[in-house]
């Protein structure tokens, strides 16, 4: 599915109760404390986990943790510290498809998953075997349509053109060679367009229909 970019690219870590009690009890207060590990120790215990921290609080804390390390006996890694941490990486906002398009998408599936079943059940159902497809006069049919609709998309295109290279003259008068034979082509790609367009909503309405009349074969 198609997603948005990513507004926030910041890794965000929930602190675990160790992470949280080593920050409001061991962590002095400091001018170069990030952000995070200030709103962490200033926090109260209803809110600490609302609180998150950045990579940039955890190097800082690392290097506190060095420090600390040289003062204390107690030996204290940051490891340690994270380990039962919640880390939430940056994920990208998911678009919602056009539903339009999904129940297109379905339809479509469909439609391919009726053929296939049609190509698999053929030879084991005795109601399959003598289908239309199968037959030279189905076939024949088919032809006829095909050859029709590129005739009639010819014949169309050709009317049109014939429409701007001489009808516009019959109305309007004696008009130049060029500017007729642009007239004529203006026209004819204008239906050409148009019988595309209608052409390829008959092709597949007569695909959808094929398809409908395969499951009432196998249904009856």
Not at 123 to 144: A, F, G
Request: charged share 30%; net charge positive; proline share 4%.
């Amino acid at each position: 599915m198609p997603v948005e970019s990513i507004e926030d690219p910041c890794i965000r870590i929930i602190p675990s109760k160790s992470l949280t009690e080593f920050v409001t009890q061991n962590v002095k207060k400091t001018s170069d404390a990030p952000l995070g590990i200030i709103a962490l120790k200033k926090s109260s215990r209803d809110k600490e986990k609302q609180v998150s921290l950045k990579l940039d609080d955890i190097r800082w804390l690392n290097k506190y943790l060095e420090n600390y390390r040289k003062t204390r006996k107690d030996k204290v890694y940051l490891h340690e510290l994270l380990e039962g941490t919640d880390i939430r990486l940056p994920t990208p906002k998911v678009i919602p498809r056009n539903p339009e398009l999904e129940a297109r998408i379905k339809k479509l599936k469909a439609q391919q998953d009726a053929k296939e079943y049609q190509a698999m059940t053929k030879n084991v159902d005795s109601t399959r075997k003598h289908l239309p497809e199968d037959t030279i006069s189905y076939q024949m049919k088919q032809i006829n349509k095909q050859l029709i609709a590129v005739a009639q998309f010819i014949f169309s295109v050709l009317a049109g053109f014939a429409f701007g290279f001489i009808g516009v003259e019959l109305i309007v008068g004696s008009l130049d060679f060029g500017f007729r034979l642009l007239l004529g082509i203006i026209c004819a790609l204008i239906i050409a367009l148009a019988e595309i367009y209608f052409l390829a909503i008959k092709l597949n309405e007569d695909g959808y229909e094929s398809v409908s009349t395969y499951k009432k074969l196998h249904q009856e």
